[in-house]
């Protein structure tokens, strides 16, 4: 069976400073695809990014950076520079290898971050 | 604007109900997805329908029912309402035709309170 796990239930930290948000997973497949979603205040789900299980290339996007590291089964989510708008639960999820029809996500139980100013 | 609309957003009723929830998808996503949202829970899968039939099935139980429509869209029949049932529930569409991809868009979410 899948499982995340996100240890962290909340973060408080100060803007501009810069917060790493830890996600941990286990799957018994060799081929899954990794998640991270931003649910803010207002409550819809926004896609952040995926990632392949082949593909361990960490990304960045803009003040946003995730590294994978599937010899710890580690997918996190850093963020720079920290501003309030950045306040939000953030959800780790895994899913099984596609087929063409999709697959479901198993969440993690989310990070809240709060940003002060 | 995730494309995905869901309706109502907000939804109060009593025990013993029964309620629609409905989600139309992206234009040309064939998946739809229903997951629920509560503080114990947290966020769980219910069920997928692919191109009008059913294709995985999660936590959902047995007073909840969905279908996918030949328009595509989709709608999560809750009955026998029970105060736990109190949650948000969104609906998610992926695999648009010519896409490799999976991300699931997710719609706003219907809010459901039950009295």
């Known amino acids: 069976a899948q499982k995340v796990t996100q240890a962290q239930t909340e973060i408080s930290v100060v803007e501009k400073e810069d917060v790493t948000l830890d996600c941990v997973y286990e799957t018994r497949d060799t081929t899954y695809y990794l998640f991270w979603y931003k649910q803010p205040p207002s409550g819809e789900l926004v896609f952040l990014i995926r990632?392949?299980?082949?593909?361990?290339q960490n990304e960045i996007s803009g003040r946003y950076s995730w590294n994978f590291q599937k010899s710890t089964s580690s997918f996190n989510f850093t963020i720079t520079a920290s501003q309030v708008v950045d306040s939000a639960v953030y959800f780790c999820a895994l899913s099984e290898a596609l087929n063409n029809a999709g697959n479901m996500l198993t969440f993690g139980g989310g990070t809240r971050l709060m940003v002060k100013p | 604007d995730s494309g995905v609309t869901q309706t109502p957003k907000h939804l109060i009723t009593a025990t013993g109900q029964r309620v629609t929830l409905r989600c139309s998808p992206r234009?040309?996503?064939?998946?739809v997805y229903w997951y629920q949202q509560s503080l114990d829970q947290g966020l769980q899968f219910l069920i997928q329908y692919y191109n009008g039939e059913e294709r995985a099935k999660g936590n959902i139980l047995e007073r909840f029912s969905a279908q996918q429509f030949p328009d595509l869209h989709s709608e999560l029949n809750l009955s026998s309402l029970e105060l736990g049932d109190s949650a948000l529930y969104f609906c998610?569409?992926?695999?648009?035709?010519?896409?490799?991809?999976?991300?699931?868009?997710f719609g706003p979410g219907t809010r459901l309170t039950v009295l």
């Open positions: 998610a569409s992926s695999v648009r035709r010519a896409s490799s991809y999976n991300e699931q868009f």
């Open positions: 990632r392949n299980s082949f593909d361990e």
């Open positions: 234009s040309g996503d064939l998946s």
